[in-house]
């Protein structure tokens, strides 16, 4: 009488159109509701739930816009235009009360009040006689107001300390042209040296820093500090005539001071932003989604139904946690420097922590996910194997022998869906009002042989496993499920400042729900393979696939129960965050200087035992852009070196180290940063030339060659696709701030109010394009030409001091203003595409190929180490194959290489377009095997001491272990390998599949030698005698796998117990089949990749002919 959302829609809908194909396993049972913890109470109870929740089936019915011809009267047309201005009246005043909508009116009014240092006569005169007041509105441009507090104490900083920056390098300069130039009277070298020094390297170290810190707000002070740098050193003339003056100098600070307090007060005044109060906010709703993403999950296991993977609701439910959890990462680094501001350090460090521990919660997310992806594959390999005509219990064949190579896993007739089921699997009914507080009522045990007998009677496919273990465990998961989704979706998170809400009861709660599933888990495991182990009349690839599948049922269970783990220390973080928040004091050490100051000092040698068996990896910038090819790996000049016989006299020695001093300097100028940083000098200092030489600056004058300069350094990008996109985007948002210019100024006339008003409107808009529609470079660059042109040719009309009269004077001819601009920024990003591609091009194409190659290199070494030899090698706690760290940094890595990717798209060659998405479902299936190797990782880390029965299945194995790890390092390199050179591969790839089967028949030939010894054992050692001798053989090869692989599993020479002298119990077997399903999903997603390079760069057969 229960009913449960678990349950699934027809499987056969939509399908009609679909070639016939053999009936897939049939939706799954109504589930009776387990004993499950209400979190708050810590109560057991057995009222019903859903795991789904409506709201997330899809989106809600929008009323949007009629239209008027719908309409069949004139009443009607007039009632739908009624009804249209409604709502767009409404979507406008919602938009409004949006934090884009704020963001946009903020951003406007602290434009318009920047443009008064233009219009307005006090203003005007408070930044002295000199043109440039139009600055003070770029300012507010680069570093406007819609941010949180947070980020706008970054902004002010590094305008600050950009503006310094430029007028350090601005002094200077003028300081090395009055004594080269008036004193020395050298005026030629007074010019190469400002070019070489001060434009070359003062504009080479702004593109270095740009690039090495490859963060927005940075950028944006470069391009501060490159208008202070090149206005004083190519426009003014103090540096040509080697005359020293202050005025540019103390100007550009008013410039600063005006344009900073304007953005900040209207930051903090209107509509404030706090960025603590938005990552509560965003780890409100990032906990939220977890839940929702783990019922969903859960539930599609549960119902066996794979499609709700792919519905709209676990869709919507993952796009929204992934587009939270990058804001919320983004709120946790601006709300360090409000905390910091406070002297609240401590609460940040708990804030971050609860963010790393909800990353964690995420992580294992995907491992379960991927587990539950385990249960579909295998489904479908059942519903789409070929059919047998061997019954199971035929003999056994080639075809069906598991020690073959190609041991295909072959079903018997039996495996045809539909038909018999489970007779235990019908719906099971209880009372409404039934309640439990025994452990023993989640599963009842007192039927048990009646229930295995009646199971095995009717076991006639692997997918009878599923519903089996569906059956036993299904309510127990659904329960603890149920429980931790409750918990996440709980509001702990209050206001800055508000205590955490969080209950006293869910740590308790938990480790309840966790402690009556772990008991149901190991009954429901233990019948299943008891299950299995009764069926021994079938063939052997048969019962390997009956014990494949009963893996990957543990191997669900185990996810779930690593993020119950994680669950646990998610709740831990929240509760230090409380006790942190309750405590408020202030401390401010990050201003106590002189205790952050320490000297190295040697390490002592610790306990060899303590120390970590694989060393952490140093954590990877979030913002840092892959390198490609690792110093590690170029090594191609120093291989003749190291050939080279060591000479023993002095000059040998002195050749040798001069060369390799040289050879590490020259590399280090090779670096990505560094090459970057000196293209930029270059470039700058090229272009810059023509402002000294006498014969070309009037003409750079002429054509205002600063701004061209300007748009130099800001189209000079790393990559060549990353320029390509900005230089089109500055290029379109100069035209159309050229032309608003010529159209406000022929309606205004000139007049102040007027440009002023018609200036707020051009804001408003090139804001709303910044901020709501997530294109800041060409809103930016809109009001940029706009600046330029309009609010420049009114200071003119102020008669400011400037020799600009070329363009009208007093009286400007804006028409002339507004072309020079075009003109100048036109060549100034042509300049910069001609330096990105023919000085050290960096295309985007080339660093995502070396960065992927990179990736898949790293994946076959870290897959080498062996994930279960780590665990032999250090059996005295747990431990896990990956280094601290390394998952992270990889995720991170694959995570930048789709920026690469985004970049490469905007790139053009002669050989065609950059393959966007064949390279995206590569990078899809790329994250799929990190999801896997997390898994893995989760499995080994959280395992804990190897049994005497597990020991000796891996020593039993290690050969093929040794041997599937090796495969899939190969396999990695050789898929590096083809992607980095572009070459096409053959059809003769080593598969990883055929390993992985020989690791499955190896286990079922112990588990077959162990049977026999335990059916000995029984009889009372009648077949002792017999069972030895066969199991000689097992035993001597086994010592002969852990002999040839000493070094690899632990370096010392390990004599193995025979067969006899341990037990091995079914859970044992739980460890190497949760090994063998995560290297079948990453044979699953090698096979992928392989295709699609297949698909891009050809494959070679036997009759290509290669010399020529």
Known sequence: MTSDSVTSNDPGAGGASRPPRPSRPPVRSKLRNGTWIIPGTGERTRRQFSLRFPHLDGPGDDDGIRPLSDGETVKEKALNLWHNTRVASGNLWAWLNSPTGRGTIKCSIAYLLASMGTFWRPAARFLGPMDGKHIVATITVYFHPARSTGSQIEAVAIAVVAVCYAMFIGTLSMATSVLFGSVLDMVELSYILVLTIFIGGGLGFVGWVKQKLNNPLVSVGASIASIGIITIITKENAVHTGVFTNQKIIQSLKILLMATVISTLVNLILWPVSARLALRKSMRNASTSLGDMLSMIASGFLSGVEEDFTSSAFTKASSSYTSTLSQMNKNARESKYEYYILGQERIYRHDKAVVKSMESLAQSLGGLRSAANTQFELLKEVSFAPQSSHSATSPFSPSTNPFSPTFAKSLSATLKSGGNRINALGPIDEAPDERSDREEDVAPTQDAPAMLSASVSSLRSPSDIFELFILRLGPSMKSLVHTMAEMLREPLFGAPGAPININEQFKQSLADAISLYNQARGNALEEIYKTIELGRTRSESIQADFEEVAAACGHFSFSLLSFADEMQIYLDTVDDLRDVTEHKKRTWNWMKFWKHISFRRKTKTGDPEQQSLLQPVRRLRQSKLPQGIPESMKRRGTFSWDAAPQGEGLWDHVVRTTSRTLLKFFRFLARSDIRFGIKVGIGAALYAMFAFIPQTRPIYAHWRGEWGLLSFMIVCSMTVGASNATGWSRFTGTIMGAAFVLVNWWISDGNAIALA????????????????????????????????????????????????????????????????????????????????????????????????????????????????????????????????????????????????????????????????????????????????????????????????????????????????????????????????????????????????????????????????????????????????????????????????????????????????????????????????????????????????????????????????
């Not at 390199?973 to 020989?998: G, H, N």
């Not at 990453?1082 to 050809?1098: C, M, P, Q, R, T």
């Open 757 to 1108: 008003f018609l200036g707020w409107v051009i804001a408003f808009g090139a804001f709303y394009i910044m901020i709501d529609r997530g294109n800041p470079a060409f809103g930016r660059f809109i009001l940029l030409s706009y600046n330029v042109s309009s609010l420049y040719a009114y200071s003119l009309t102020q008669d400011v001091d400037d020799d600009d009269d070329d363009e009208g004077g007093i009286h400007p001819i804006i028409s002339s203003i507004a072309f020079h601009r075009v003109v100048a920024v036109s060549v100034g990003i042509l300049w910069g595409l001609i330096i990105c591609r023919l000085i050290w091009p960096t295309p985007a194409r080339q660093k995502f190929k070396e960065g992927l190659a990179v990736l898949y290199l790293q994946m076959g070494l870290v897959w080498k180490r062996g994930p279960l030899a780590v665990l032999l090698r250090n059996d005295t706690a747990a431990t896990s194959y990956m280094k601290i760290g390394e998952q992270a940094a990889m995720q991170r890595y694959a995570a930048q290489l789709q920026t690469l990717r985004v970049a490469a798209n905007n790139e053009y060659e002669l050989r065609g377009p950059f393959p966007f998405e064949a390279y995206g479902r590569i990078m899809a299936s790329t994250q799929r095997a990190l999801d896997a190797f997390h898994a893995m990782s989760l499995v080994t880390q959280k395992h804990g001491r190897l049994s005497d029965g597990e020991k000796a299945l891996l020593y039993y194995t290690a050969e093929e272990r040794e041997q599937l790890c090796a495969r899939i390092c190969h396999v990695f390199q050789v898929l590096a390998s083809s992607i980095m050179l572009e070459y096409p591969l053959t059809d003769v790839i080593p598969s990883v599949m055929v390993i992985r089967d020989k690791l499955l028949g190896k286990i079922f030939r112990f588990r077959k030698e162990h049977n026999h010894l335990e059916a000995a054992a029984e009889e009372g050692g009648k077949a002792s005698s017999t069972a030895a001798a066969e199991n000689g053989d097992v035993d001597a090869e086994t010592n002969a796998n852990v002999n040839a692989n000493g070094k690899k599993d632990g370096g010392l020479r390990v004599r193995v117990p025979t067969l006899g002298d341990v037990v091995v119990e079914e859970p044992d077997y739980a460890l190497l089949y949760a090994y063998a399903l995560v290297t079948g999903q990453l044979a699953k997603e090698l096979k992928v990749v392989e295709k699609e390079i297949k698909d891009l760069f050809g494959r070679l057969d036997e009759d290509a002919l290669l010399l020529q």
